[in-house]
T-cell receptor, first 112, second 112 residues
Framework: AQTVTQSQPEMSVQEAETVTLSCTYD???????LFWYKQPPSRQMILVIRQEAYKQQNATENRFSVNFQKAAKSFSLKISDSQLGDAAMYFCAYNSGYALNFGKGTSLLVTP | DAEITQSPRHKITETGRQVTLACHQT?????MFWYRQDLGHGLRLIHYSYGVQDTNKGEVSDGYSVSRSNTEDLPLTLESAASSQTSVYFC???????????FGEGSRLTVL
């Protein structure tokens, strides 16, 4: 089964700074989708960003961007100009073809 | 606006009782999923459905069942609740393309 690994259970960043969350995955497919979801204390799962594997260009959504290294099977999330509202659990996910496989999550703390 | 709703949002039950968690979506998506979220495990797939009368087991399906009689609903049933099934349960739906999931708000189940 494809696996998704988030090696950082917790991360901390100061307000206005930049932080990068790591994610690696295992697959033998060549075409697939990758996702980052955010889960704030409200428990709601919110899509942050999506990457299509066949696209060379890294996806960007405002302050959120990814560093997608297909050969290394790495999909990290960079948050620029961190805000207090960014504090949440972040999950990396891979589309296995029938469902999303999720990593165990990284808890992001944002300090003033 | 289209949405996906779960009920109840919170439930406490006793070991051995049957419990059903409801999930209703108005996205008109064919694909629906149930995940459970536990600390240290991320989100794990319980069951999924690709359409009416279609159901499939996920990685943690033991003790759970689902049925799909229409496009909008995918209820999750615990036939005989166990303390190990204390968790937060998420229902989600997706379209056929990217696999991006649209989540409900989650249901917290406590089995005493």
């Amino acid at each position: 089964a494809q696996t998704v690994t988030q090696s950082q259970p917790e991360m901390s960043v100061q307000e206005a700074e930049t932080v990068t969350l790591s994610c690696t995955y295992d697959t033998s497919e060549s075409d697939y989708y990758l996702f980052w979801y955010k889960q704030p204390p409200s428990r709601q799962m919110i899509l942050v960003i999506r990457q299509e594997a066949y696209k060379q260009q890294n996806a960007t959504e405002n302050r959120f961007s990814v560093n997608f290294q297909k050969a290394a099977k790495s999909f990290s999330l960079k948050i620029s100009d961190s805000q207090l509202g960014d504090a949440a659990m972040y999950f990396c996910a891979y589309n296995s073809g029938y469902a999303l496989n999720f990593g165990k999550g990284t808890s992001l703390l944002v300090t003033p | 606006d289209a949405e996906i709703t779960q009920s109840p949002r919170h439930k406490i039950t006793e070991t051995g009782r049957q419990v059903t968690l409801a999930c209703h979506q108005t996205w008109n998506h064919n694909n629906m999923f149930w995940y459970r979220q536990d600390l240290g495990h991320g989100l794990r797939l319980i069951h999924y459905s690709y359409g009416v009368q279609d159901t499939n087991k996920g990685e943690v399906s033991d003790g759970y069942s689902v049925s799909r009689s229409n496009t909008e609903d995918l209820p999750l049933t615990l036939e005989s609740a166990a303390s190990s099934q204390t968790s937060v349960y998420f229902c989600a739906s997706s379209d056929q393309g990217t696999g991006e999931l649209f989540f409900g708000e989650g249901s917290r189940l406590t089995v005493l």
